[in-house]
């Protein structure tokens, strides 16, 4: 049994699609991204951070989205959703995992949490300009590293496919981020995604109100 410290909204829903996939038994583990809001006491001890996703499992716990990601599909080999490790899409796996949380997500960091990244409120609308611009420039690696591809990796699907969907749904153009339809790459995998019954579950309100 897997147990998962969960919030909407945030990067723990892609692990959630990862636990569905696998088709193993987990427990949602309810906490809050909101700045202030209070979490759970067990969680802090994992990830004194206070983020999610968090993941628990009989012997030992985590963080980190795409170490979590890299652990769970490695552990369950059966489901495919990783190459193998000497396959030779496995390099262009971790590479991409680790771009989409290193430079993606901090991208998207400096949009949302400009006070981060900023000693001043006066500095904030920089940081987020920056932030917008700096998407622009990820997803366009992004789109031009699928190309022609069906998946992110090739002809299979895998987690990164998860992973890079789940980035989408952070996309809101009300806050000056980049419209999906301008990685056209990106849009066709993430559209393709959203396709698959674990992501209709999980998404399923994000899917009702997708600029919420």
């Excluded at 917008?132 to 990820?138: D, G, I, S």
């Excluded at 591809?149 to 989408?168: C, N, P, Q, R």
């Excluded at 952070?170 to 980049?178: A, D, I, V």
Aim: glycine residues 8%.
């Amino acid at each position: 049994m897997y147990k998962l410290y969960y919030a909407p909204k945030s990067a723990s829903m892609g692990v959630r699609v990862i636990l569905d996939e696998i088709g193993v038994p987990y427990e949602l583990l309810e906490t809050s991204i909101v700045q202030g809001e209070q979490r759970p006491h067990e969680q802090l001890k994992i990830n004194p951070n206070g983020w999610v996703p968090v993941l628990l499992w009989e012997s030992g716990a985590m963080y980190e989205c795409a170490a979590i990601t890299i652990f769970l599909c490695d552990r369950h080999p059966e489901t495919g959703l990783a190459p193998a490790t000497n396959a030779p899409t496995r390099a262009l796996y971790l590479q991409t995992l680790v771009y989409f949380s290193n430079s993606v997500q901090n991208a998207f960091q400096l949009t949302y949490y400009p006070d981060r990244f900023s000693n001043s409120p006066e500095g904030e609308p920089g940081a987020q300009e920056r932030g917008n611009r700096r998407l622009r420039e990820t997803w366009s690696v992004v789109d031009r590293q699928i190309g022609r591809k069906e998946w992110v990796l090739g002809d299979h699907f895998s987690a990164a496919d998860i992973y890079l969907f789940m980035l989408t749904t952070w996309l809101r153009p009300t806050k000056g981020h980049p419209s999906v339809e301008e990685f056209p790459n990106v849009g066709r995998v993430a559209g393709a995604v959203a396709q698959r019954p674990t992501v209709q579950r999980v998404y399923g309100p994000w899917f009702a109100n997708p600029n919420s």
